[in-house]
């Protein structure tokens, strides 16, 4: 049956997503711990002098009257932030392309600073690649919103003594969408510009969708309709999302926690809509196996990482382009389900 041999292949997928992850988040960053680096940096900021480089805000009055123990980012307003005009963010890129350069010239590898790869900046944007296709991804969810939201509202027939819809998940989905948007949207963001604040919103708002959408598979999968039978079904998970994201919050930015918590969350929804389209036997289970396995797959990406090519393009980036498509076959799916529920209802109250 599809159903045993998709659910078979999904959990051998998720079990090498786990241990890759895992593995992933003992990792440490080789480039901040590398003494020349450290140096260069802490020279930058008394001088504001890298080479031929001048930064010029390492020399403001603001940088030089920094409090013992405060952080060098309090100093500074967020727009300024924004737009990279401070002196501890530009010593840090200078100091790591002079760092690179001479790695290179040694025929080393390239290493991470501070959890990232070196990546080339264009103009405001630190990652420009990862900041582009996050926005072309929060443009796909628009436009698959937009197409469903159209088709269950003006296409597809509605109840006759309410004038709802007939698709019982209608206005999940709506949620969805709009989380999926915000996620993407701060995902942008934050490849733009990597600041505290824009950091937090990315990661709550990606630990947000997942959250909602294990929620969203769990209703489906199991045909949850009934309001008191929903509120069973989401408050443990809401409650424990929401914890999560005023930990990571307000207590400690766990990046290691962070990425287990996500992963067993997107693996038991994976192994949810797997099984469930065999089962089931939907029209459009085919659809949903391919996001599956190739969300199962885009996912590796984030596990075995690699260096940026040229400085753009990296795996993380490369993640970010495969879910485009994805996402493009996935508002499909969600189309094709509300036609066949819809059909369905129809013919039974016929």
Same mark, same amino acid.
Request: proline share 4%; glycine share 6%; net charge neutral.
């Given at each position: ?16 997503? %786990?241990?890759? $992850?895992?593995?992933? !988040?003992?990792?440490? !960053? ?22 031929? +480089? ?34 501890? *963010? ?19 590898? #390239? ?7 070196? $990546? ?13 296709? !996050? ?17 269950? *509202? ?68 199991? +045909? %949850? ?15 424990? %999302? ?6 990571? +919050? ?7 926690? +962070? ?46 990482? $690699? #260096? ?24 499909? $799916? ?17």
């Amino acid at each position: 049956m599809p159903g045993c041999g998709g659910g078979g292949w999904v959990v051998r997928l998720a079990a090498l997503l %786990v241990v890759g $992850f895992v593995l992933a !988040s003992v990792d440490a !960053s080789l480039g901040d711990v590398d003494p020349q680096y450290r140096t260069c940096v802490e020279d930058c900021h008394t001088t504001g002098i890298i080479g031929e +480089n001048i930064i010029s805000h390492c020399q403001s009055p603001g940088n030089d009257d920094a409090s013992v123990g405060s952080s060098w980012y309090t100093q500074e307003p967020l727009y300024m932030q924004w737009k990279q005009l401070n002196c501890m *963010n530009d010593c840090r890129y200078y100091c790591m392309m002079q760092r690179e350069g001479e790695r290179q010239s040694c025929g080393l590898n #390239p290493v991470k600073y501070h959890g990232k790869w070196p $990546f080339l900046r264009v103009s405001v944007f630190q990652e420009p690649l990862s900041a582009a296709l !996050s926005a072309v991804n929060l443009l796909m969810h628009f436009t698959g919103w937009l197409s469903f939201f159209l088709l269950v *509202n003006y296409k597809l027939p509605v109840r006759p003594q309410t004038k709802r819809t007939y698709y019982e998940y209608t206005g999940l989905w709506h949620i969805y969408a709009i989380l999926s948007m915000n996620a993407w949207f701060w995902s942008s963001i934050f490849h733009t510009r990597d600041i505290d604040l824009t950091e937090k919103l990315d990661y709550s708002s990606a630990v947000a969708l997942l959250g909602y959408s294990l929620i969203l598979s769990l209703l489906r999968t199991f +045909n %949850v309709k009934d309001e008191a039978t929903r509120v069973m079904f989401a408050a443990p998970i809401l409650a424990f %999302v929401t914890t999560h994201i005023l930990y990571l +919050n307000f207590y400690e930015l766990d990046y290691g926690w +962070n990425m287990k918590v996500c992963v067993v969350m997107a693996v038991v929804q994976l192994l949810a809509w797997a099984i469930w389209a065999g089962v089931t036997q939907h029209p459009s289970r085919f659809k949903l196996w391919v996001v599956v396995f190739g969300g199962a797959l885009a996912m590796l990406l984030e596990v075995y990482d $690699f #260096p940026p090519y040229k400085g753009y393009a990296d795996a993380h980036s490369l993640w970010h382009a495969s879910t485009i498509p994805l996402t493009y076959l996935w508002w499909s $799916f969600i189309k094709d389900d509300a036609e066949f529920r819809t059909s369905t209802l129809i013919k039974k109250a016929k």
